[in-house]
């Protein structure tokens, strides 16, 4: 009955039945997506998430970006009018030139060129009246009475973006109440930083509106406007990377007039913040934020304008991605993401054509890609049928196995551990890993250097020799007699201590939740015991094993790391002493320490691009690869498919605010999404019939035992 | 009445004391202060600095239950576990430890939940009753035999089987309606016509065998016979005489969860793309904000307190010979 209710009504309109968006959708420019995790935050000074650049890439604009094609990633100007070049002092303030020692560089400054023209996206924070005055910067609680969202403003305003609101946005990251997660790394190196840190911690306890006067007043002595369109930022010493960090959202700017308004009483009890509700400049708005139902993203319509770029990889000339070359972005009118938990809704729901583009959970995959004779991936025939495409890429993240280093088992520098931890490189298979629990999608790691990263050595020049050779032109893993033989040499033959006559056991320590886990850990488990080792799997909530790493206390544990920028120094900093978690509560989690390494790792940093630098990294990574700190596991791969409709798809793991660049065929998803999902109404019929049956013979028999006498 | 009222209410705050209490220790058994921090600071360059800064601001630089350091009272007040729960009693839940407001949160995601919820129970409700009646009548026939056999083989089955055999079903292989999904206001009733049907499916086979229990027991009671030797046809004996008798134990199981109705289901939501509060406890658990966690427990213990008084009351409506002392 209900069945036929509802048939009934979704009978109206033309659009397929199963469409969850509006008809008069159907022939507009909207991208369809997904997520899986609400938000966190919004807050460009907070935000450190790819979920979250996922969003705010295309809202806020830093001064810089990665280019869209070009490779390896390169960064151009976004806000700023240039790449700025770094200025190198010396202590006294004099100009030095580029190639000045190190030493002699106490500070550099990177004067940046904003874009003239540039404004802001329509919002109540910047609404005037007619005699000049901020409209909503002054809300009493009447005023309130009809507010629940943003958009129950019904005033905004725009202004032009100025130098001022890069340096204000500087000072956010510096103030304690914001929450920057790099406000720690920042002391180390912008001038001042610390010093504003420190006045506006004495601010932490007042009132919101007092907080951002006494932060708009505060100057910082390392970043000054210059003009209403330049700003410099001062830098303690030399530090390459920093341009890097420009082309993060922590850089955007931001105007004070969003902070002053989002932090009068009130607003926050209406759940309008900063973190909820952005102001940008970028190609995007967030116009709608339901993150426990979708967040809709809309064209900014005082965009400043961008075009496609025109210039890309020689691949790129024939593939057809230049097609828009020099065409202005957006493309896209409007951006719906619709909150999916569960893989099978989302998959199903792409399937059917409702979602543009999809990533591929593993219970699918199998259905969507195959490997062919040659062992690469490619899309199955139901996907090919459908105009579906692949696209794949080598993500800038790296899964190991670490050694805590400073266990006097299995770390230290000492060389039966060093072969004790060579033949367990040996000994566990993470090509089977992979096969077996990525389905496939990953890259083994020779070294912590992911491909598309310089000092990345491709081929026989790039394999750790301790753990793979080169045969018949690709490395294969060494045998497990020669990890034997390690063992024996590290005096744990058959694992077993010769020592102390006593099994060799190890330790290590997981997050287990699931029956997957549970897999994995067994699989781990028979990696050693084929050199004799006993694994205890000493498994706890994520809280105890973060405090174990944090502490030192475990021997073996898995971990990860995503690129924050394209860069050797983001990854080899992972094995830099000075940054090791129990001493200095970096992201060194293994705790490896090597005079050597730390000492080429500092001059690596500093060094620009070329021969010079290749060399380092070639040691650096040689001794790391000696001292096998790490098993060094695998570079994920990641799969997306697309609909032929959307255009302009290009992987580039580095660059979030790729929506801009994508373009939309509605006609053809129209009919695609009709022609997917003709309604089927004979099971509903059949069905009916089949209730009609049950219930005749059952009115029939209630009918004879009313009509019939008791005797 | 109004005295058995107040008296259940008073009973019902030690409760409340005690379930918050519990609330308190189980999460912060798992859970410190700075566990919380580094989870809502996020996993990259998370100083010591910045955790200090997260705690004090929200409150969770306190000592969790004693302050030693404190004076008089102080050493009870200036706590975590007082600060913290203090203004529940008031029902004012304050903001989650990721800054929002958590009564808006509730009262804007209470109304998808109840939007599948209410549906549910009343034709399921309905359903089971009728189908419950229909079988009670055909007693000791092989439709009776027939329909339990289906009852138990329906109850068997996993709710999840359900969801995804109807997602596979009706969204997926018919395309009939959306697999997922949720639009506000009028707009919503395609999307909740699969979760409400799926609902009430689930929901026949343990609902209508107790209905059925219920109405065995009625029947073979002596004003049954009485009823049917006046010559009244069999339809107004079941649906007049017995069903009124038989309200008590529904009453009792339908009235207790009419206020814990808008508090969601967390598989159906997450399954249907409904943005309702199925999920908002689980998702505050795993995020570690115990700023909605106490919110949300100390909330379904006053619900359920709220339900049982309110069975309580529904008694004396359906049988007169309840009296409220």
Same mark, same amino acid.
């Given at each position: 009955?209900?069945g036929?209710?509802a048939l009934?009504?979704t009978?109206?309109?033309?659009?397929a039945w199963n469409t969850?968006?509006?008809?008069?959708?159907?022939?507009?420019?909207?991208?369809?997506?997904? $997520?899986?995790?609400?938000?966190?935050?919004?807050?460009?000074?907070?935000?450190?998430?790819?979920?979250?650049?996922?969003?705010?890439?295309?809202?806020?604009?830093?001064?810089?970006?990665?280019?869209?094609?070009?490779?390896?990633?390169?960064?151009?100007?976004?806000?700023?009018?240039?790449?700025?070049?770094?200025?190198?002092?010396?202590?006294? &303030?004099?100009?030095?030139?580029?190639?000045?020692?190190?030493?002699?560089?106490?500070?550099?400054?990177? +004067?940046?060129?904003?874009?003239?023209?540039?404004?802001?996206?329509?919002?109540?924070?910047?609404?005037?009246?007619?005699?000049?005055?901020?409209?909503?910067?002054?809300?009493?609680?009447?005023?309130?009475?009809?507010?629940?969202?943003?958009?129950?403003?019904?005033?905004?305003?725009?202004?032009?973006?100025?130098?001022?609101? $890069?340096?204000?946005?500087?000072?956010?990251?510096?103030?304690?109440?914001?929450?920057?997660?790099?406000?720690?790394?920042?002391?180390?190196?912008?001038?001042?930083?610390?010093?504003?840190?420190?006045?506006?911690?004495?601010?932490?306890?007042?009132?919101?509106?007092?907080?951002?006067?006494?932060?708009?007043?505060?100057?910082?002595?390392?970043?000054?406007?210059?003009?209403?369109?330049?700003?410099?930022?001062?830098?303690?010493?030399?530090?390459?990377? $920093?341009?890097?960090?420009?082309?993060?959202?922590?850089?955007?700017?931001?105007?004070?007039?969003?902070?002053?308004?989002?932090?009068?009483?009130?607003?926050?009890? *209406? /759940?309008?913040?900063?973190?909820?509700?952005?102001?940008?400049?970028?190609?995007?708005?967030?116009?709608?934020?339901?993150?426990?139902?979708?967040?809709?993203?809309?064209? /900014?319509?005082?965009?400043?304008?961008?075009?496609?770029?025109?210039? &890309?990889? @020689?691949?790129?000339?024939?593939?057809?991605?230049?097609?828009?070359?020099?065409?202005?972005?957006?493309?896209?009118?409007?951006?719906?993401?619709?909150?999916?938990?569960?893989?099978i809704p989302?998959w199903t729901k792409f399937l059917q054509g409702y979602?543009?583009?999809?990533?591929?959970?593993?219970?699918?995959?199998?259905q969507?890609?195959?490997?062919?004779?040659?062992?690469?991936?490619?899309?199955?025939?139901q996907?090919?049928?459908?105009?579906?495409?692949?696209?794949?890429?080598?993500?800038?993240?790296?899964?190991?196995?670490?050694?805590?280093?400073?266990?006097?088992?299995?770390?230290?520098?000492?060389? *039966?551990? *060093?072969?004790?931890?060579?033949?367990?490189?040996?000994?566990?298979?993470?090509?089977?890993?992979?096969?077996?629990?990525?389905?496939?999608?990953?890259?083994?790691?020779?070294?912590?250097?992911?491909?598309?990263?310089?000092?990345?050595?491709?081929?026989?020049?790039?394999?750790?020799?301790?753990?793979?050779?080169?045969?018949?032109?690709?490395?294969?893993?060494?045998?497990?007699?020669?990890?034997?033989?390690?063992?024996?040499?590290?005096?744990?033959?058959?694992?077993?201590?010769?020592?102390?006559?006593?099994?060799?056991?190890?330790?290590?320590?997981? +997050?287990?939740?699931?029956?997957?886990?549970?897999?994995?850990?067994?699989?781990?488990?028979?990696?050693?015991?084929?050199?004799?080792?006993?694994?205890?799997?000493?498994?706890?909530?994520? /809280?105890?094993?973060?405090?174990?790493?944090?502490?030192?206390?475990?021997?073996?544990?898995?971990?990860?790391?995503?690129?924050?920028?394209?860069?050797?120094?983001?990854?080899?900093?992972?094995?830099?002493?000075?940054?090791?978690?129990?001493?200095?509560?970096?992201?060194?989690?293994? /705790?490896?320490?090597?005079?050597?390494?730390?000492?080429?790792?500092?001059?690596?940093?500093?060094?620009?691009?070329?021969?010079?630098?290749?060399?380092?990294?070639?040691?650096?990574?040689?001794?790391?690869?000696?001292?096998?700190?790490?098993?060094?596991?695998?570079?994920?791969?990641?799969?997306?498919?697309?609909?032929?409709?959307?255009?302009?798809?290009?992987?580039?793991?580095?660059?979030?605010?790729?929506?801009?660049?994508?373009?939309?065929? @509605?006609?053809?998803?129209?009919?695609?999404q009709?022609d997917w999902n003709p309604p089927i109404l004979w099971p509903v019929w059949a069905i009916? &019939?089949?209730?009609?049956?049950?219930?005749? @013979?059952?009115?029939?028999?209630?009918?004879?035992?009313?009509?019939?006498?008791?005797? | 009445?109004?005295?058995?009222?107040?008296?259940?209410?008073?009973?019902?705050?030690?409760?409340? !004391?005690?379930?918050?209490?519990?609330?308190?220790?189980?999460?912060?058994?798992?859970?410190?202060?700075?566990?919380?921090?580094?989870?809502?600071?996020?996993?990259?360059?998370?100083?010591?600095?910045?955790?200090?800064?997260?705690?004090?601001?929200?409150?969770?630089?306190?000592?969790?239950?004693?302050?030693?350091?404190?004076?008089?009272?102080?050493?009870?007040?200036?706590? !975590?576990?007082?600060?913290?729960?203090?203004?529940?009693?008031?029902?004012?839940?304050?903001?989650?430890?990721?800054?929002?407001?958590?009564?808006?949160?509730?009262?804007?995601?209470?109304?998808?939940?109840?939007?599948?919820?209410?549906?549910?129970?009343?034709?399921?409700?309905?359903?089971?009753?009728?189908?419950?009646?229909?079988?009670?009548?055909?007693?000791?026939?092989?439709?009776?035999?027939?329909?339990?056999? #289906?009852?138990?083989?329906?109850?068997?089955?996993?709710?999840?089987f359900y969801i995804i055999g109807g997602q596979f079903l009706i969204g997926k292989l018919w395309h009939l309606v959306p697999i997922s999904?949720?639009?506000?206001?009028?707009?919503?009733?395609?999307?909740?016509i699969l979760?409400?049907m799926i609902?009430?499916?689930?929901?026949?086979?343990?609902?209508?065998?107790?209905?059925?229990?219920?109405?065995?027991?009625?029947?073979?009671?002596?004003?049954?016979?009485?009823?049917?030797?006046?010559?009244?046809?069999?339809?107004?004996?079941?649906?007049?005489?017995?069903?009124?008798?038989?309200?008590?134990?529904?009453?009792?199981?339908?009235?207790?969860?009419?206020?814990?109705?808008?508090?969601?289901?967390?598989?159906?939501?997450?399954?249907?793309? !409904?943005?309702?509060?199925?999920?908002?406890?689980?998702?505050?658990?795993?995020?570690?904000?115990?700023?909605?966690?106490?919110?949300?427990?100390? #909330?379904?213990?006053?619900?359920?307190?709220?339900?049982?008084?309110?069975?309580?009351?529904?008694?004396?409506?359906?049988?007169?010979?309840?009296?409220?002392?």
């Amino acid at each position: 009955m209900l069945g036929l209710v509802a048939l009934a009504l979704t009978g109206c309109g033309e659009s397929a039945w199963n469409t969850p968006y509006l008809a008069a959708d159907a022939q507009a420019t909207v991208y369809y997506s997904s $997520f899986a995790e609400r938000p966190k935050h919004l807050d460009p000074a907070r935000s450190y998430s790819a979920d979250e650049y996922a969003f705010l890439a295309q809202i806020y604009e830093p001064p810089l970006q990665y280019h869209f094609l070009l490779r390896p990633y390169r960064l151009v100007p976004l806000s700023a009018a240039a790449v700025p070049e770094p200025r190198y002092l010396d202590a006294a &303030g004099q100009s030095l030139p580029n190639d000045a020692p190190v030493a002699a560089i106490a500070y550099s400054d990177y +004067v940046i060129h904003v874009q003239p023209g540039i404004q802001f996206q329509p919002h109540p924070a910047l609404a005037r009246t007619d005699d000049g005055h901020y409209r909503y910067h002054t809300l009493h609680s009447d005023d309130l009475a009809a507010i629940q969202r943003l958009t129950d403003f019904t005033a905004t305003g725009t202004r032009e973006l100025t130098a001022a609101d $890069f340096v204000y946005q500087i000072k956010r990251l510096a103030a304690p109440w914001t929450h920057s997660p790099i406000a720690g790394l920042l002391r180390e190196h912008i001038d001042g930083f610390a010093d504003l840190a420190d006045q506006l911690a004495a601010y932490h306890a007042q009132p919101a509106l007092e907080r951002i006067a006494a932060l708009r007043q505060a100057p910082i002595s390392g970043v000054k406007v210059i003009d209403n369109h330049t700003f410099s930022i001062r830098l303690k010493g030399k530090y390459p990377q $920093f341009l890097y960090w420009l082309a993060m959202p922590f850089f955007a700017p931001m105007p004070w007039e969003a902070d002053v308004f989002y932090a009068q009483p009130g607003l926050t009890e *209406r /759940n309008i913040t900063l973190d909820w509700y952005p102001i940008g400049t970028g190609p995007y708005q967030l116009t709608e934020n339901d993150p426990n139902r979708r967040l809709v993203l809309e064209r /900014n319509p005082y965009f400043h304008g961008e075009r496609y770029p025109s210039d &890309g990889m @020689p691949d790129d000339q024939t593939s057809g991605i230049l097609a828009d070359a020099g065409q202005p972005l957006p493309f896209i009118d409007r951006a719906i993401y619709s909150l999916e938990k569960e893989d099978i809704p989302r998959w199903t729901k792409f399937l059917q054509g409702y979602y543009d583009a999809s990533g591929i959970a593993s219970d699918a995959f199998d259905q969507a890609i195959q490997i062919d004779a040659a062992g690469e991936s490619m899309l199955t025939e139901q996907m090919r049928e459908r105009g579906i495409s692949l696209l794949t890429s080598v993500e800038p993240s790296i899964y190991y196995l670490g050694f805590n280093m400073l266990d006097p088992v299995i770390g230290g520098d000492s060389e *039966r551990a *060093r072969l004790l931890r060579r033949a367990i490189s040996i000994a566990v298979d993470f090509e089977e890993f992979i096969s077996i629990f990525s389905n496939g999608r990953g890259l083994i790691a020779q070294s912590p250097l992911p491909p598309g990263i310089f000092g990345h050595r491709d081929g026989e020049a790039g394999i750790n020799p301790f753990v793979y050779e080169w045969r018949a032109g690709r490395p294969e893993r060494r045998r497990l007699e020669e990890a034997q033989v390690l063992m024996e040499q590290a005096g744990y033959p058959n694992g077993i201590d010769s020592a102390t006559g006593q099994a060799l056991s190890l330790n290590y320590e997981a +997050v287990a939740t699931g029956p997957d886990d549970r897999a994995r850990l067994n699989w781990l488990r028979k990696q050693f015991a084929k050199l004799g080792i006993e694994l205890v799997i000493r498994s706890t909530d994520y /809280n105890r094993f973060q405090e174990k790493i944090r502490t030192g206390t475990g021997q073996l544990f898995m971990w990860g790391w995503n690129a924050d920028y394209p860069d050797p120094e983001n990854f080899l900093f992972l094995l830099y002493g000075p940054n090791a978690k129990v001493k200095h509560q970096g992201e060194n989690a293994a /705790n490896y320490s090597n005079p050597e390494f730390d000492r080429l790792f500092d001059t690596m940093k500093y060094l620009e691009d070329g021969p010079e630098r290749q060399a380092v990294i070639d040691r650096l990574v040689e001794i790391a690869r000696r001292d096998a700190p790490w098993i060094w596991g695998f570079h994920p791969k990641s799969f997306s498919l697309h609909h032929r409709w959307l255009l302009n798809a290009h992987p580039n793991q580095m660059a979030n605010n790729t929506l801009k660049y994508r373009r939309l065929d @509605p006609a053809q998803r129209q009919a695609a999404q009709r022609d997917w999902n003709p309604p089927i109404l004979w099971p509903v019929w059949a069905i009916g &019939g089949i209730c009609v049956l049950c219930v005749l @013979p059952a009115w029939w028999m209630v009918r004879r035992r009313e009509r019939s006498t008791a005797l | 009445m109004i005295a058995y009222i107040v008296r259940r209410l008073l009973y019902a705050i030690p409760i409340l !004391i005690g379930v918050n209490l519990l609330t308190f220790v189980l999460f912060f058994v798992v859970n410190s202060p700075d566990d919380m921090a580094r989870m809502h600071l996020g996993e990259k360059r998370v100083t010591t600095e910045a955790i200090q800064n997260w705690k004090a601001e929200r409150g969770y630089d306190r000592p969790l239950l004693y302050n030693a350091e404190a004076d008089g009272i102080a050493r009870v007040t200036e706590t !975590i576990v007082f600060q913290k729960s203090i203004k529940l009693f008031v029902f004012h839940f304050g903001s989650s430890d990721a800054g929002r407001d958590i009564g808006y949160d509730i009262s804007q995601r209470m109304w998808p939940s109840l939007a599948i919820a209410l549906p549910v129970l009343v034709i399921g409700l309905v359903f089971n009753i009728s189908y419950a009646l229909l079988i009670v009548f055909f007693r000791a026939t092989y439709l009776d035999w027939g329909s339990v056999v #289906l009852l138990v083989a329906m109850m068997s089955i996993s709710g999840l089987f359900y969801i995804i055999g109807g997602q596979f079903l009706i969204g997926k292989l018919w395309h009939l309606v959306p697999i997922s999904g949720y639009d506000p206001g009028l707009n919503a009733w395609k999307f909740l016509i699969l979760p409400v049907m799926i609902g009430v499916i689930s929901g026949i086979g343990a609902g209508t065998r107790w209905y059925r229990t219920l109405f065995l027991e009625e029947i073979s009671r002596d004003y049954v016979r009485t009823a049917r030797a006046k010559g009244l046809s069999e339809q107004v004996v079941l649906f007049r005489h017995v069903l009124r008798n038989a309200l008590i134990p529904i009453l009792t199981g339908v009235v207790v969860v009419l206020p814990l109705l808008f508090m969601g289901s967390l598989i159906t939501e997450s399954f249907f793309g !409904i943005p309702g509060l199925g999920s908002y406890t689980i998702d505050a658990i795993s995020n570690q904000d115990f700023a909605i966690v106490r919110a949300m427990v100390f #909330l379904g213990a006053v619900l359920y307190i709220i339900g049982l008084i309110l069975t309580d009351i529904s008694y004396t409506l359906v049988d007169p010979r309840v009296r409220l002392g």
